[in-house]
């Protein structure tokens, strides 16, 4: 996790499944902290879909209370995925496809085939709004980086 302002690690917020996903408060000058999730459950491969589904179903919902919250990275699921919706249903808003840009493929780059899906995503709690979004390629990565102008209020 790479920020401008301090960051300020969290624990005790969710127990991940699958990969590490650190947790952080960003401390903006003038501003709310914001809370921040890294995102990155495992892919939904046959042999692993339980654990990618609870790997979702685990992270923290939005909530009105604390920080506010900003999920993003890697989820392995697309806006269709039932268990993708459901996070959502908690009161989140995906910034990509809040403006507009919410079929924009960020997966798989830099192979023979054009990237096909976005599987990548910023999700903000109901204090958070995306003004923007952007999708750049990323030479040496297999996925497109996604990138969120967001304004957040306490």
Not at 17 to 37: C, I, N, Q
Not at 69 to 86: C, S
Not at 126 to 142: E, L, N
């Amino acid at each position: 996790m790479y920020a401008r302002h301090p960051l300020r690690e969290r624990t005790g917020l969710f127990r991940p499944v699958g990969h590490h996903m650190p947790v952080a408060e960003v401390v903006l000058p003038g501003g709310p902290a914001v809370e921040v999730v890294v995102v990155h459950p495992v892919a939904p491969v046959p042999r692993t879909v339980p654990r990618w589904e609870a790997g979702i179903a685990a992270l923290p919902p939005a909530s009105g209370a604390g920080p506010p919250r900003v999920l993003a990275g890697d989820f392995n699921a697309t806006l269709d995925h039932a268990v993708f919706r459901r996070l959502l249903d908690t009161g989140y808003t995906d910034a990509a496809a809040s403006t507009g840009q919410g079929l924009t493929p960020t997966w798989p780059y830099g192979r023979a085939l054009p990237p096909l899906v976005a599987i990548d995503h910023v999700l903000t709690d109901a204090r958070g709004t995306a003004v923007g979004v952007r999708v750049f390629d990323v030479p040496g990565s297999d996925h497109r980086a996604l990138f969120a102008d967001l304004r957040v209020r306490p």
